[in-house]
């Protein structure tokens, strides 16, 4: 049988395409997510682990406390050293003429080969007054050999004990300042703690100057004396430090040591890659299993006689499970191979960018193994079912065809009540983990119930294919016979139709989750801001000029500004809050609710303040008015200009509230163009950006944010996506070779070849397009149960239904439907019908 099952890959070599395919999409994106992962910390030690790469042992402190003179005095005078670099680092601030940047100095090694960092210009310092600085910092403020630069230590505490061996430290009048000449030019360090910052490097006594009394070093680097062996010298020099074994490293443990603390232990990224990689597993089973299916139907026949010849069953089953191992083992290799390609090519590119010059390809053998492993067991579990298909009829009677799943036998009865159980409890628990705002509860209740839909799908996707299949009865012939086709066999159909549905499902219910969040998180925004930017100056600071204002309001992207004014104080029950006035063509002008819009009897108060009536004291005046309470809470009141006249220029009251700007903005911006506008904002009033708050501004980040996480996952989903449409083009493949003599009789009896053609491709767009409408109505339900069970504890959440994008998703699915026939219709329409009607 062995002969046999390798007689099938070679002979039918063409059917066998799809699962590979399938197989090695799932296997590259899992075998590149463990990629990843490894890459990342290989990238991270690279990263971090200059500092030690020369050294041969790293003595650390034991805990927050640096390592005293004392020690780095021990370690270099022990015999079993030859060499060693006591590293002291100190942030400074540097004033590099033109501007002044967060940096931080260390002091060299007196010996070269502990440098960690390499010299490409110049020379290193060679006295107190010199100092070396890195490449990126000299080529951003433009400085070369021969520069001056001014390092600004810290100060030292003032006053306080001074505990054992001091007097206590005395006030520091001024920080220690050193200018030094620039004699070197550095590469600059990938350490992770230095980014973005300026790195200088000079002698031990300029750092000495810079730094705080007994400052200590941060680590000591070792090279050990010849013959000297790791274990003895790790032993040795924890001893003489008086310190555990634990804090003498090797560079590796070391770096391995700071990548865990940057890390926690955890790899929140590798656990959510994973997840999506399983969704690509779980479509590529669906596709592998239906692909056997089918191959294992078209030879019942074959089959049937090699019964008839004396194979037992086990040795049929055996033969089908060898066709799956093999195309499984080489799927998953050629997976592993294309996701160590693709690695290498990204980190290639990634690293031609200076600053991520270390970022280094990793290929941990438990990518590999994992990669094919799972790829072979995937395939080989997935044909299990069809393997077990091909003997579970007697020899005769798979001359037969056999009967499909459905209610009237007891495969399809037991297959529907699981279904229904498992949908039924999961759809409760997802109810009520999204009144409850429980996500912990409606997350695995919403994955059961999914399962059980997939469970119960063979009862009824078939049906909707058919009812569906009457939308191309106008397309006459070729129409109705596609509607015949798509559900001639129901479980291929909803084999096919369920891989799609769940790429489908996925998709869209992050859509509308997104829709979702981004509806609650705007909602509660407007409820915290009652206009799209708010400017605000402090007290004692200049008032904003009303050319300013002109300036501002000239700007693209401005709609309307107003200044409020102060016009006295708002008591309402025991709260007094100032009022300012904005005259009703401005309330109109900028604030969107009606509710937030004072009349002229009247006085909006912040939303915490609960008061139906309020006294307004103006001047030495005093006037009762209606309260109503705005839908945003807040520290002041609002009333009309209309009715209430500002407060007098001179009165004292003006000095202790400063009115804000109110300011709306085109809505079109997107968060790109926001962020131009408020630097450009700033810049008209002469305000600082921070000063600059309002509701459009968050918004615009919060949909920054989400709009790249959707992005991300989307993509991540398209993996399975595609996938699935695979399997549809393997389904119509797989019915073409089925149907040959059937086609072929069918243009011996005058259907055209673009007839031919249109069959096939409506028969792939009942299939994509029954799978993506389910696919969206689900996505779409459990989008807005998600959202709801995790945002509804701080938000009211509300449904909201991306349409547009739902009904692009449908269209690239059916469109991606079609797509999927051309090559199989190509191959139905170009095969002439003498030539088909001859094939058995």
């Not at 069970?789 to 059916?814: E, H, N, Y």
Request: aromatic residues 4%; charged residues 10%; glycine residues 8%.
């Amino acid at each position: 049988m062995l002969q046999v099952a390798l007689s099938q890959l070679r002979t039918h070599s063409r059917r066998f395409i799809a699962i590979t395919l399938a197989v090695l999409l799932a296997v590259a994106f899992l075998s590149a997510t463990l990629m990843v992962n490894a890459s990342t910390k290989a990238s991270l030690k690279a990263s971090i682990g200059q500092a030690y790469a020369s050294a041969d042992l790293v003595v650390s402190p034991p805990g927050f406390d640096p390592l005293t003179t004392a020690a780095a005095k021990t370690v270099a005078s022990s015999p079993l050293v030859a060499e060693s670099y006591a590293q002291r680092s100190v942030y400074v601030e540097s004033n590099l003429g033109a501007s002044s940047v967060a940096s931080f100095i260390r002091n060299m090694p007196a010996s070269a080969s502990l440098e960690p960092v390499k010299l490409l210009s110049g020379s290193w310092p060679s006295s107190d007054g010199e100092v070396a600085v890195d490449s990126v910092t000299a080529a951003r403020n433009s400085l070369a050999v021969g520069g001056k630069v001014t390092l600004t230590g810290q100060t030292a505490p003032t006053g306080g004990s001074g505990g054992t061996g001091g007097s206590g430290g005395s006030p520091a009048d001024k920080a220690p300042e050193l200018t030094a000449t620039v004699s070197g030019i550095t590469a600059a360090s990938n350490e992770p703690n230095a980014s973005g910052m300026a790195q200088f490097v000079g002698t031990a006594a300029a750092v000495d100057r810079l730094s705080l009394p007994d400052a200590g070093y941060g680590v000591i680097t070792v090279k050990l004396a010849p013959g000297v062996s790791l274990a003895d010298a790790k032993t040795a020099l924890a001893g003489a430090v008086g310190q555990a074994a634990d804090t003498v490293l090797t560079p590796d443990e070391k770096t391995t040591q700071k990548v865990a603390s940057f890390t926690d232990g955890q790899d929140q990224l590798t656990i959510v890659l994973l997840a999506f990689a399983a969704v690509a597993l779980l479509v590529a089973a669906l596709v592998v299993s239906n692909t056997f299916s089918v191959l294992v139907a078209q030879r019942t026949r074959e089959l049937a006689l090699l019964r008839c010849v004396g194979a037992s069953r086990s040795q049929v089953s055996r033969s089908v499970i060898v066709e799956a191992l093999v195309v499984g083992f080489i799927a998953s290799v050629l997976g592993v191979l294309a996701a160590t390609g693709t690695m290498a090519l990204v980190l290639t590119l990634l690293s031609q960018n200076p600053d991520f010059s270390f970022a280094t390809l990793a290929v941990p053998p438990s990518a590999i193994i994992a990669g094919i492993v799972v790829g072979t067991l995937l395939t080989v579990l997935a044909a299990l079912v069809p393997a077990r298909a091909a003997t579970r009829v007697a020899p005769l009677a798979a001359l037969r065809p056999a009967d499909d799943l459905s209610v009237h036998n007891s495969g399809g009865r037991v297959r529907l009540a699981i279904g229904v159980v498992l949908l039924l409890a999961g759809g409760a628990g997802l109810v009520y983990g999204g009144i409850s705002s429980q996500l912990l509860v409606a997350l695995p209740s919403g994955a059961l119930s999914f399962v059980g839909f997939l469970m119960a799908a063979s009862l009824f996707v078939p049906k909707l294919v058919s009812l569906a299949g009457t939308l191309a009865a106008p397309a006459g012939v070729p129409g109705k016979m596609a509607a015949a086709n798509a559900v001639r066999n129901p479980r291929r159909t909803t084999a096919t139709a369920s891989a799609l549905l769940i790429g489908v499902t996925l998709v869209t219910m992050m859509m509308t989750g997104a829709a979702t969040a981004r509806n609650a998180f705007n909602t509660e925004l407007d409820g915290h801001y009652p206009v799209d930017i708010t400017a605000e100056t402090r007290p004692g600071d200049p008032e904003i000029t009303e050319a300013a204002v002109a300036k501002a309001a000239a700007l693209p992207g401005v709609r309307h500004i107003a200044r409020l004014q102060l016009v006295g104080v708002v008591t309402a029950g025991d709260t007094q809050i100032p009022a300012y006035g904005i005259s009703d063509a401005d309330a109109n002008a900028l604030l969107a609710n009606p509710a937030n819009r004072p009349t002229r009897t009247s006085a909006v108060l912040p939303a915490s303040i609960k008061a139906t009536t309020a006294s307004l004291a103006a001047g030495s005046q005093s006037t009762n008015v209606t309260a109503t309470p705005a839908t945003t809470d807040g520290h002041s009141a609002l009333v009309s200009l209309d009715a209430f006249p500002p407060l007098a220029a001179d009165d004292p009251l003006r000095a202790q509230a400063v009115a804000p700007l109110w300011i709306s903005v085109d809505q079109s911006l997107d968060a790109n163009a926001l962020m131009d506008l408020r630097t450009q904002l700033a810049s008209a009033l002469g305000v600082n950006e921070f000063q600059l708050s309002g509701a459009v501004l968050e918004k615009a980040m919060f949909n920054q944010v989400i709009d790249m996480l959707l992005l991300v996952v989307t993509g991540l989903l398209a993996v399975a996506v595609f996938i699935a449409l695979i399997g549809v083009a393997n389904t119509l493949s797989l019915s073409v070779l089925e149907r040959t003599r059937e086609n072929s009789l069918l243009r011996a009896l005058g259907l055209t070849r673009g007839q031919l053609r249109g069959m096939l491709a409506l028969e792939a767009l009942l299939i994509a397009g029954v799978a993506a409408i389910i696919g969206s109505a689900l996505g779409a339900l459990y989008g807005w149960a998600g959202a709801q069970s995790a945002l509804g504890t701080f938000a009211d959440v509300t449904a909201v239904i991306p349409w547009g994008q739902i009904l692009a998703v449908v269209g690239v699915a059916a469109v991606a439907g079609l797509l999927a026939s051309v090559v199989p219709a190509h191959r139905a329409a170009k095969l002439s019908p003498v030539e088909g009607l001859a094939m058995d």
